[in-house]
């Protein structure tokens, strides 16, 4: 008997993942009411082709499925996407936004502090904002006055949904974290890079490891407005998102640097 090589497991792994044995955000939440999904969540993903009958058409889109005893459950990417408090059932899938005064993380200079609850594509929208509200704004005279932000928010809004579609929820007590000092931004999200990915290779190639939830964050439109992209929903699943943060960043009149260091835990780093 031979013991089987890192290579061979994880091959072995990724081929019981794709027959479906192993995809976390598709597994069901046997502790969890199916009445925990609330309609005016999950009625925004349906289509004039979408089935006519509710319970038909949440198994369709995954959002409902079966325990190992054939209990009807909501899904992670159900309670993630459906429910109002998915936090209430997995306890970590919030994002913990502070800000602090000065360049320390010490809770004697904090200036604001919220923990961002809800469906995933308001986490999203709420952290985009606390940003927005926390940021410093440069004024310039050109010769009328132009605010110009401390960050890049098409590269802070790219980042955001990349921690959220991207992390491992299957990582218990372990948190999204949106930290913002006087000099930077740090986002951590929990779990490494998917797959084959390095750090490196970030901007260069794609991979996913919550399949069907990005497929549902892929059709959930922008939440507002004022969004400084060209993007019209929260996805597009090209692989687009670190190449924009960075590009973004890059170009930003605040950025005092043209190297960016990536980590898994940090996607974004002026």
Request: hydrophobic residues 40%; contains cysteine.
């Amino acid at each position: 008997m031979r013991k089987l090589t890192p290579d061979i497991l994880a091959r072995l792994f990724q081929q019981r993942s794709q027959a479906r044995i192993i995809r976390f955000d598709e597994q069901s939440v046997t502790t969890t009411p199916r009445e925990c999904l609330n309609k005016d969540l999950w009625a925004k993903f349906k289509t004039s082709l979408a089935p006519k009958d509710d319970d038909e058409f949440l198994f369709k889109l995954k959002l409902l499925t079966l325990d190992e005893d054939g209990k009807i459950c909501p899904s992670v990417s159900g309670l993630l996407m459906a429910s109002e408090q998915p936090d209430a059932f997995l306890t970590s899938a919030f994002i913990q936004a502070v800000a602090y005064r000065g360049t320390e993380r010490n809770a004697a200079y904090q200036l604001d502090a919220k923990d961002i609850t809800g469906p995933l594509d308001v986490q999203i929208y709420e952290a985009y904002r606390f940003v927005e509200r926390n940021m410093k704004v440069r004024a310039v005279k050109e010769p009328a006055r132009r605010d110009i932000p401390q960050y890049a928010m098409q590269a802070v809004f790219e980042a955001l949904v990349n921690a959220v579609a991207h992390r491992d929820y299957s990582i218990p007590c372990s948190k999204i974290r949106l930290h913002m000092f006087s000099d930077r931004l740090e986002i951590f999200s929990p779990g490494t890079i998917a797959n084959t990915l390095t750090i490196e290779s970030l901007p260069l190639r794609q991979a996913t490891r919550n399949e069907l939830l990005t497929s549902l964050l892929a059709r959930c439109p922008i939440p507002f407005t004022d969004f400084p992209g060209e993007r019209k929903f929260l996805m597009d699943k090209r692989g687009e998102g670190v190449p924009i943060i960075l590009s973004a960043s890059e170009k930003h009149p605040f950025c005092k640097r043209k190297t960016f260091r990536t980590t898994p835990s940090v996607p974004l780093d002026r």
